[in-house]
């Protein structure tokens, strides 16, 4: 069992940043990829970004790419979302997601607003 809490989220102008982070809190954090998502009112939830177990591998939305960054910190067992150049477009609930690397078991975690006023 994987509990992932995320915060960080809150108002900002566009062309602002942000720094998104989720906790995980259970066994062995390592052997789950992470994951970030969003999903704006009235839409399906989004694939924004992964990050393998080490943090070798990286994958972006084309949407993300070159403006947010993930990454991750074992020992801590958190992982992190840097949005930065934030535009309207970004505004949605963001929430972390866990996939183990063998099972494919997930979790997700609650979510956390992110407003991106223009």
């Known amino acids: 069992q994987v509990q992932l809490v995320e915060s960080g989220g809150g108002l900002v102008q566009a062309g602002g940043s942000l720094r998104l982070s989720c906790a995980a809190s259970?066994?062995?954090?390592?052997?789950?990829?992470m994951g970030w998502f969003r999903q704006a009112p009235e839409n399906e939830r989004e694939f924004v970004a992964a990050?393998?177990?080490?943090?070798?591998?990286?994958n972006y939305a084309d949407s993300v790419k070159g403006r947010f960054t993930i990454s991750r910190d074992n020992a801590e067992n958190s992982v992190s979302l840097q949005m930065s150049s934030l535009k309207p477009e970004d505004t949605a609930e963001y929430y972390c997601?866990?996939?183990?690397?063998?099972?494919?078991?997930?979790?997700w975690g609650q979510g956390t607003q992110v407003t991106v006023s223009s």
């Open positions: 997601k866990a996939r183990h690397y063998r099972n494919y078991i997930t979790y």
């Open positions: 259970g066994r062995s954090f390592s052997t789950y990829a």
């Open positions: 990050i393998n177990w080490n943090g070798s591998n990286t």
